[in-house]
Protein backbone atom coordinates (compact mmCIF):
# COMPACT_ATOMS: atom_id res chain seq x y z
CA UNK A 1 0.00 0.00 0.00
CA UNK A 2 1.65 3.17 -0.97
CA UNK A 3 0.75 6.71 1.07
CA UNK A 4 0.37 9.98 -0.54
CA UNK A 5 1.00 13.93 1.46
CA UNK A 6 -2.29 14.27 2.56
CA UNK A 7 -4.09 18.04 2.46
CA UNK A 8 -2.53 20.43 4.53
CA UNK A 9 -2.15 23.99 3.78
CA UNK A 10 -1.31 27.29 4.91
CA UNK A 11 -4.11 29.42 4.53
CA UNK A 12 -2.18 33.18 3.87
CA UNK A 13 1.06 34.28 2.15
CA UNK A 14 1.64 35.68 5.45
CA UNK A 15 1.41 32.13 7.34
CA UNK A 16 3.39 30.17 4.50
CA UNK A 17 6.30 32.80 4.58
CA UNK A 18 6.86 32.81 8.68
CA UNK A 19 10.08 31.93 10.20
CA UNK A 20 8.43 29.39 12.19
CA UNK A 21 5.50 27.54 10.47
CA UNK A 22 4.76 24.88 12.81
CA UNK A 23 5.24 23.74 16.66
CA UNK A 24 7.91 21.41 15.81
CA UNK A 25 10.04 23.88 13.81
CA UNK A 26 9.43 25.98 16.87
CA UNK A 27 10.67 23.14 19.42
CA UNK A 28 13.68 22.52 16.95
CA UNK A 29 14.89 26.36 16.78
CA UNK A 30 14.44 26.67 20.51
CA UNK A 31 16.17 23.03 21.19
CA UNK A 32 19.27 24.66 18.66
CA UNK A 33 19.27 28.07 21.17
CA UNK A 34 19.61 26.12 23.65
CA UNK A 35 22.90 24.29 22.39
CA UNK A 36 24.21 26.91 21.01
CA UNK A 37 24.29 29.37 24.52
CA UNK A 38 25.17 25.72 26.34
CA UNK A 39 27.98 25.00 24.29
CA UNK A 40 30.97 26.56 26.04
CA UNK A 41 30.12 24.20 28.81
CA UNK A 42 29.58 21.39 26.83
CA UNK A 43 33.16 21.32 25.14
CA UNK A 44 36.91 22.25 26.13
CA UNK A 45 38.60 25.76 24.98
CA UNK A 46 40.42 24.19 21.69
CA UNK A 47 36.58 23.43 20.45
CA UNK A 48 35.33 26.88 21.41
CA UNK A 49 37.89 28.79 18.66
CA UNK A 50 36.73 26.22 16.29
CA UNK A 51 33.15 27.12 17.28
CA UNK A 52 33.77 31.12 16.77
CA UNK A 53 35.78 30.07 13.35
CA UNK A 54 32.67 28.48 11.97
CA UNK A 55 31.04 31.46 12.63
CA UNK A 56 33.17 34.01 11.28
CA UNK A 57 32.92 32.24 7.95
CA UNK A 58 29.43 32.42 8.01
CA UNK A 59 29.56 35.99 8.33
CA UNK A 60 32.27 36.30 6.19
CA UNK A 61 30.56 33.75 3.19
CA UNK A 62 27.27 35.72 3.34
CA UNK A 63 27.67 38.45 1.15
CA UNK A 64 29.86 35.87 -1.24
CA UNK A 65 26.07 33.95 -0.97
CA UNK A 66 24.42 36.92 -1.61
CA UNK A 67 26.22 38.28 -4.62
CA UNK A 68 26.61 34.27 -6.31
CA UNK A 69 23.45 32.44 -5.03
CA UNK A 70 20.73 35.24 -5.11
CA UNK A 71 22.09 38.06 -7.19
CA UNK A 72 24.32 35.63 -10.01
CA UNK A 73 27.58 38.25 -9.16
CA UNK A 74 30.56 36.20 -9.27
CA UNK A 75 33.17 37.14 -6.85
CA UNK A 76 36.43 36.25 -6.15
CA UNK A 77 37.65 38.89 -3.86
CA UNK A 78 35.84 38.91 -1.06
CA UNK A 79 38.86 38.59 1.44
CA UNK A 80 39.61 42.51 0.51
CA UNK A 81 36.33 43.56 2.11
CA UNK A 82 36.76 41.60 4.99
CA UNK A 83 40.27 43.26 5.12
CA UNK A 84 38.57 46.46 4.80
CA UNK A 85 35.83 46.18 7.85
CA UNK A 86 38.59 44.33 10.06
CA UNK A 87 41.30 47.25 9.80
CA UNK A 88 38.63 50.39 10.19
CA UNK A 89 37.50 48.80 13.25
CA UNK A 90 40.67 48.04 14.59
CA UNK A 91 41.80 51.34 13.74
CA UNK A 92 38.82 53.61 15.27
CA UNK A 93 39.25 51.47 18.29
CA UNK A 94 43.22 52.16 18.32
CA UNK A 95 43.70 55.57 17.30
CA UNK A 96 40.15 57.37 17.58
CA UNK A 97 39.91 59.63 20.73
CA UNK A 98 36.58 58.42 21.50
CA UNK A 99 34.55 60.46 24.21
CA UNK A 100 35.31 59.08 27.55
CA UNK A 101 31.45 58.85 28.17
CA UNK A 102 31.26 56.47 24.80
CA UNK A 103 34.40 54.35 26.40
CA UNK A 104 33.44 54.17 29.62
CA UNK A 105 29.66 52.99 28.02
CA UNK A 106 31.60 50.54 26.15
CA UNK A 107 30.29 51.77 22.66
CA UNK A 108 33.59 52.33 21.10
CA UNK A 109 33.89 48.83 19.71
CA UNK A 110 29.79 48.40 18.23
CA UNK A 111 30.04 51.93 17.07
CA UNK A 112 33.40 50.91 14.65
CA UNK A 113 31.74 47.56 13.98
CA UNK A 114 28.65 49.23 12.06
CA UNK A 115 31.36 51.47 10.76
CA UNK A 116 33.24 48.88 9.29
CA UNK A 117 30.36 47.34 7.35
CA UNK A 118 29.73 50.46 6.17
CA UNK A 119 33.17 50.97 4.97
CA UNK A 120 33.12 47.80 3.20
CA UNK A 121 30.32 48.36 1.59
CA UNK A 122 30.88 51.62 0.11
CA UNK A 123 34.40 49.94 -0.51
CA UNK A 124 32.37 47.17 -2.45
CA UNK A 125 30.22 49.28 -4.66
CA UNK A 126 33.52 50.77 -6.54
CA UNK A 127 34.60 47.59 -7.24
CA UNK A 128 30.69 46.39 -8.41
CA UNK A 129 30.67 49.51 -10.35
CA UNK A 130 31.66 47.70 -13.58
CA UNK A 131 28.64 45.08 -13.01
CA UNK A 132 27.00 47.53 -15.10
CA UNK A 133 28.28 46.72 -18.01
CA UNK A 134 30.23 43.34 -17.64
CA UNK A 135 29.61 39.91 -16.19
CA UNK A 136 30.68 36.48 -16.33
CA UNK A 137 34.24 35.91 -16.85
CA UNK A 138 35.03 39.59 -16.90
CA UNK A 139 33.29 40.50 -13.39
CA UNK A 140 35.06 37.36 -11.99
CA UNK A 141 38.05 39.70 -13.17
CA UNK A 142 37.13 42.80 -11.82
CA UNK A 143 36.25 41.58 -8.49
CA UNK A 144 40.02 39.68 -8.39
CA UNK A 145 41.10 43.35 -9.25
CA UNK A 146 39.41 44.38 -5.55
CA UNK A 147 41.58 41.59 -3.73
CA UNK A 148 45.12 42.76 -5.07
CA UNK A 149 44.51 46.75 -5.05
CA UNK A 150 43.15 46.52 -1.33
CA UNK A 151 45.43 44.14 0.11
CA UNK A 152 48.59 44.04 -1.35
CA UNK A 153 48.28 47.64 -2.40
CA UNK A 154 46.53 49.99 -0.28
CA UNK A 155 46.50 48.02 3.37
CA UNK A 156 50.45 46.50 3.04
CA UNK A 157 51.76 49.55 1.82
CA UNK A 158 50.17 52.67 3.55
CA UNK A 159 47.00 51.62 5.95
CA UNK A 160 49.74 49.35 7.47
CA UNK A 161 51.94 52.36 7.85
CA UNK A 162 49.93 54.04 9.90
CA UNK A 163 51.15 54.69 13.53
CA UNK A 164 54.15 53.79 12.91
CA UNK A 165 53.59 49.85 14.07
CA UNK A 166 55.01 48.15 10.83
CA UNK A 167 53.38 46.07 9.22
CA UNK A 168 50.23 44.86 11.17
CA UNK A 169 48.38 46.33 14.15
CA UNK A 170 48.33 44.92 17.49
CA UNK A 171 45.38 44.30 19.59
CA UNK A 172 46.07 43.89 23.35
CA UNK A 173 44.39 42.41 25.89
CA UNK A 174 41.49 44.72 27.19
CA UNK A 175 40.93 46.54 23.90
CA UNK A 176 37.83 45.25 22.55
CA UNK A 177 34.42 46.15 25.04
CA UNK A 178 31.10 45.61 24.00
CA UNK A 179 28.95 47.28 27.04
CA UNK A 180 29.82 46.47 30.95
CA UNK A 181 31.68 43.11 28.75
CA UNK A 182 35.53 42.82 28.23
CA UNK A 183 35.68 40.54 25.44
CA UNK A 184 39.13 39.00 26.58
CA UNK A 185 38.26 35.12 26.68
CA UNK A 186 37.68 32.51 23.64
CA UNK A 187 34.06 31.74 25.31
CA UNK A 188 33.13 35.55 24.69
CA UNK A 189 34.13 36.00 21.29
CA UNK A 190 32.33 32.58 21.17
CA UNK A 191 29.31 34.27 22.52
CA UNK A 192 29.44 37.65 20.60
CA UNK A 193 30.01 35.19 17.40
CA UNK A 194 27.05 33.45 17.97
CA UNK A 195 25.07 37.07 18.32
CA UNK A 196 25.93 38.46 15.28
CA UNK A 197 25.80 35.32 13.15
CA UNK A 198 21.75 35.12 14.17
CA UNK A 199 21.47 39.05 13.67
CA UNK A 200 22.97 38.70 9.95
CA UNK A 201 21.09 35.54 9.20
CA UNK A 202 17.79 37.00 10.44
CA UNK A 203 18.69 40.43 8.12
CA UNK A 204 20.16 37.81 5.19
CA UNK A 205 16.70 35.98 5.12
CA UNK A 206 14.26 38.84 5.70
CA UNK A 207 16.04 40.76 2.96
CA UNK A 208 15.63 37.56 0.44
CA UNK A 209 11.98 37.50 1.11
CA UNK A 210 11.25 41.12 0.17
CA UNK A 211 10.90 43.04 -3.15
CA UNK A 212 15.43 43.63 -3.18
CA UNK A 213 15.44 39.90 -3.09
CA UNK A 214 13.10 38.50 -5.46
CA UNK A 215 14.53 41.67 -7.97
CA UNK A 216 18.49 39.77 -6.96
CA UNK A 217 16.96 36.60 -7.85
CA UNK A 218 14.83 37.92 -11.01
CA UNK A 219 18.55 39.36 -12.28
CA UNK A 220 20.26 35.95 -11.61
CA UNK A 221 17.87 34.35 -13.23
CA UNK A 222 17.55 36.45 -16.57
CA UNK A 223 18.92 40.13 -16.27
CA UNK A 224 17.23 40.98 -19.43
CA UNK A 225 14.28 39.65 -18.60
CA UNK A 226 14.23 41.49 -15.44
CA UNK A 227 14.92 44.78 -16.86
CA UNK A 228 11.85 44.25 -19.33
CA UNK A 229 9.97 44.05 -16.19
CA UNK A 230 11.02 47.28 -14.86
CA UNK A 231 13.77 46.26 -12.43
CA UNK A 232 16.47 49.03 -12.66
CA UNK A 233 19.47 46.96 -13.07
CA UNK A 234 22.11 48.47 -12.21
CA UNK A 235 20.98 49.91 -9.06
CA UNK A 236 20.54 46.64 -7.70
CA UNK A 237 23.24 45.12 -8.41
CA UNK A 238 25.16 48.33 -6.58
CA UNK A 239 22.72 47.53 -3.84
CA UNK A 240 23.72 43.62 -3.75
CA UNK A 241 27.60 44.57 -3.66
CA UNK A 242 27.04 47.03 -0.81
CA UNK A 243 25.06 44.56 1.04
CA UNK A 244 27.39 41.87 0.79
CA UNK A 245 30.27 44.48 1.47
CA UNK A 246 28.25 44.99 4.59
CA UNK A 247 28.39 41.83 5.78
CA UNK A 248 32.20 41.33 4.86
CA UNK A 249 32.89 44.33 6.81
CA UNK A 250 30.80 43.15 9.90
CA UNK A 251 32.84 39.65 9.33
CA UNK A 252 36.10 41.39 9.78
CA UNK A 253 35.43 43.71 12.16
CA UNK A 254 34.26 40.38 14.71
CA UNK A 255 37.63 38.94 13.97
CA UNK A 256 39.39 40.92 15.51
CA UNK A 257 38.52 40.51 18.90
CA UNK A 258 40.17 36.95 17.93
CA UNK A 259 43.33 37.97 16.64
CA UNK A 260 45.85 39.64 19.16
CA UNK A 261 47.50 41.05 15.90
CA UNK A 262 45.59 42.60 12.23
CA UNK A 263 47.80 41.39 9.35
CA UNK A 264 47.37 41.32 5.79
CA UNK A 265 48.47 37.89 5.95
CA UNK A 266 45.03 37.35 7.25
CA UNK A 267 43.20 38.18 4.46
CA UNK A 268 44.99 36.50 0.85
CA UNK A 269 43.36 35.88 -1.63
CA UNK A 270 43.39 32.21 -0.67
CA UNK A 271 40.26 33.03 1.47
CA UNK A 272 37.84 34.35 -0.98
CA UNK A 273 38.50 31.28 -2.90
CA UNK A 274 37.86 29.49 0.69
CA UNK A 275 34.35 31.29 0.79
CA UNK A 276 32.96 30.14 -2.76
CA UNK A 277 34.36 26.95 -1.64
CA UNK A 278 32.03 26.99 1.25
CA UNK A 279 28.45 28.24 -0.73
CA UNK A 280 29.42 25.69 -3.39
CA UNK A 281 29.95 22.79 -0.95
CA UNK A 282 26.64 24.25 1.17
CA UNK A 283 24.40 24.43 -1.23
CA UNK A 284 24.27 28.12 -3.78
CA UNK A 285 21.39 30.09 -3.23
CA UNK A 286 20.86 28.79 0.30
CA UNK A 287 21.23 30.22 3.87
CA UNK A 288 21.43 27.17 5.69
CA UNK A 289 23.76 25.92 2.77
CA UNK A 290 26.24 28.83 4.14
CA UNK A 291 25.88 27.11 7.81
CA UNK A 292 26.50 23.76 6.27
CA UNK A 293 29.19 24.87 4.53
CA UNK A 294 31.35 26.78 7.41
CA UNK A 295 30.91 23.66 9.62
CA UNK A 296 31.90 21.00 7.19
CA UNK A 297 34.69 22.82 5.67
CA UNK A 298 36.19 24.29 9.27
CA UNK A 299 35.51 20.83 10.59
CA UNK A 300 37.55 18.68 7.61
CA UNK A 301 40.54 21.31 8.49
CA UNK A 302 40.85 20.45 12.12
CA UNK A 303 40.56 17.02 11.73
CA UNK A 304 43.28 17.07 9.00
CA UNK A 305 45.14 19.32 11.25
CA UNK A 306 44.81 16.79 14.17
CA UNK A 307 45.49 13.69 11.92
CA UNK A 308 48.51 15.76 10.12
CA UNK A 309 49.97 16.64 13.30
CA UNK A 310 49.51 13.15 15.42
CA UNK A 311 51.14 11.53 12.11
CA UNK A 312 53.84 13.58 12.21
CA UNK A 313 54.91 13.31 15.73
CA UNK A 314 54.80 9.10 15.14
CA UNK A 315 57.40 10.24 12.35
CA UNK A 316 59.60 12.27 13.93
CA UNK A 317 59.95 10.19 17.16
CA UNK A 318 59.91 6.54 15.68
CA UNK A 319 61.50 7.35 12.24
CA UNK A 320 63.50 10.90 12.43
CA UNK A 321 64.91 10.63 8.63
CA UNK A 322 61.44 10.85 7.75
CA UNK A 323 61.53 14.51 8.85
CA UNK A 324 60.94 16.10 5.74
CA UNK A 325 57.38 13.84 4.70
CA UNK A 326 56.41 16.33 7.89
CA UNK A 327 56.88 19.59 5.79
CA UNK A 328 55.07 18.24 2.97
CA UNK A 329 51.77 16.66 4.07
CA UNK A 330 51.24 20.01 6.79
CA UNK A 331 49.74 21.38 2.96
CA UNK A 332 47.49 18.23 2.78
CA UNK A 333 44.32 19.95 3.85
CA UNK A 334 44.71 22.79 1.26
CA UNK A 335 44.32 20.05 -0.90
CA UNK A 336 41.95 18.01 0.74
CA UNK A 337 40.17 21.21 0.08
CA UNK A 338 40.47 21.42 -3.40
CA UNK A 339 39.29 17.49 -3.91
CA UNK A 340 35.89 18.54 -1.57
CA UNK A 341 34.98 21.01 -4.02
CA UNK A 342 35.75 18.73 -7.08
CA UNK A 343 33.63 15.97 -5.20
CA UNK A 344 30.33 17.81 -4.43
CA UNK A 345 30.77 19.64 -8.45
CA UNK A 346 30.33 15.90 -9.49
CA UNK A 347 28.42 13.92 -7.27
CA UNK A 348 26.61 16.45 -5.23
CA UNK A 349 26.56 19.69 -7.08
CA UNK A 350 23.31 21.32 -5.19
CA UNK A 351 25.13 20.97 -2.15
CA UNK A 352 24.47 19.67 1.90
CA UNK A 353 21.43 22.02 1.86
CA UNK A 354 19.94 20.10 -0.99
CA UNK A 355 20.81 17.29 0.71
CA UNK A 356 19.15 18.20 3.79
CA UNK A 357 15.97 19.13 1.86
CA UNK A 358 15.58 15.38 0.59
CA UNK A 359 16.13 14.29 4.42
CA UNK A 360 13.48 16.56 5.82
CA UNK A 361 10.89 15.84 3.31
CA UNK A 362 11.08 12.12 3.61
CA UNK A 363 10.53 12.87 7.40
CA UNK A 364 7.87 15.49 6.39
CA UNK A 365 5.79 13.28 4.08
CA UNK A 366 6.16 10.08 5.37
CA UNK A 367 3.36 8.74 5.78
CA UNK A 368 1.66 11.96 5.87
CA UNK A 369 2.32 15.30 5.64
CA UNK A 370 2.33 18.08 9.19
CA UNK A 371 4.14 21.00 6.97
CA UNK A 372 1.48 23.56 7.64
CA UNK A 373 -1.91 24.08 9.62
CA UNK A 374 -4.45 21.28 9.11
CA UNK A 375 -8.37 22.07 8.15
Known sequence: MSYLPCGSYFDSYREEQKWWRTPFIKGKMVLM???ALAL???????????AYTINYYILAALGVQLLIGYCGQITLGHAAFVAVGAYCSSMMVLFLPWPQPIVDA????????ICAG???GIWSVLFGL???RVKGFYLIMTTMAAQWVTVPLVITQYVSQIGGRGHYFSLPPGTIKVGPWLIDSDTKIYYLSVFLVALCLLAM??????RLGRAWVAIRDNDIAAETMGVNIVWYKLLAFFVAGFFGGVAGAFYITALSFVSPEHYEWFFSLLWVGIILIGGV????????????VVMVFKLLEMGVLGLSGVLMESYPHLGWVTTKIIFFKEAAFGMAIIFFLMYEPNGLAYRYWQLKNYFNLWPFSYTGKGH
Open 33 to 35: VVL
Open 285 to 296: GSIQGIVFGSIF
Open 130 to 132: PSA
Open 118 to 120: LLA
Open 205 to 210: GNIARS
Open 106 to 113: GLAYPISL
Open 40 to 50: PYLVSGEWMSV
